[in-house]
């Protein structure tokens, strides 16, 4: 591993521009473009608010646990809660699918997202509470 | 979240300028509610260029606004979106319903 950090905080919303900043920056050691690294902070936005609007349902005294870790040229990035967790994760990592549709502001995207721009998506339970994601992205590939 | 209207004829133009995501969707949503409720033109541009950063939060909150703009019979389109910002609009498919102008 050639580098590592984590980030524990508040589920509150305002601290979103704050973890995606932060992943961002440490990412920076591997020069990515513009595009890579506004990828990156869409798919860490989209993981921190589901963690405060899903699973901790807007208690803002839930921790979330941002670990990233550069290994050659790609990063890894890992989101956690100790929230309500997610009983059917396939049916959830459905387009569109919410379980907040009463609510409009929910697009039901934020997986989709996470998958389209990074490289791997993987959700899984967070031990017996919570929930765990993790996903990649290799930076500079294609130069 | 800062935001700016201006009336030219029978379209109303409003600029986005900062972030849209969970911290400030509700008082953007607020926002441009209420400039959908003393709206009366037939057209409303949704101008992005100033928009440095969106999650799928503000696809929700577009839709949103959408909904209530078709009721009363008012056109929404999208002006400029920033690289970054098109690209998740893109991925929604929401330029289907609102289409993207330059």
Redesign the interface.
């Known amino acids: 591993m050639d580098n590592f950090m984590n980030l524990n905080i508040f589920a509150k919303?305002?601290n979103?521009?704050f973890a995606?900043s932060v992943v961002a920056a440490f990412c920076a050691s591997l020069n990515p473009t513009?595009?890579e690294i506004?990828d990156i902070?869409?798919a860490v936005?989209?993981a921190?608010?589901n963690c405060?609007?899903h699973a901790y349902d807007h208690n803002d005294e839930g921790l979330i646990s941002i670990t990233a870790k550069l290994i050659g040229n790609v990063v890894h990035i890992a989101i956690a809660d100790e929230g309500v967790g997610i009983e059917d994760i396939e049916k959830a990592r459905q387009p569109f699918f919410t379980t907040r549709s009463d609510?409009?502001?929910?697009?039901g995207?934020?997986f989709?997202?996470m998958e389209?721009?990074m490289d791997t998506l993987e959700v899984k339970p967070n031990g017996e509470k919570g929930l765990v994601v993790t996903m990649s992205k290799a930076i500079n590939s294609d130069k | 979240m800062k935001i700016i209207h201006k009336a030219v004829g029978s379209t109303l133009y409003v600029g986005l300028c900062g972030e849209l995501d969970e911290s400030t969707s509700f008082t953007t949503r607020a926002a441009l509610d209420k400039l959908i409720e003393d709206l009366d033109k037939t057209k409303l541009v949704l101008d992005m260029s100033a928009l440095k950063f969106m999650d799928s939060t503000g696809i929700g909150v577009l839709l949103g606004r959408y909904k209530k703009l078709k009721a009363r019979g008012v056109t929404m389109l999208i002006a400029s979106p920033t690289p970054t910002v098109d690209k998740l609009l893109s991925l929604s498919g929401i330029y289907e319903i609102m289409p993207k102008i330059v």
Not at chain 1, 103 to 107: H, K, L, Q, T
């Open positions: 919303s305002q979103e521009a995606r513009i595009d506004n902070k869409t936005s989209e921190v608010t405060i609007v609510d409009e502001d929910r697009s995207l934020g989709t997202v389209t721009f």
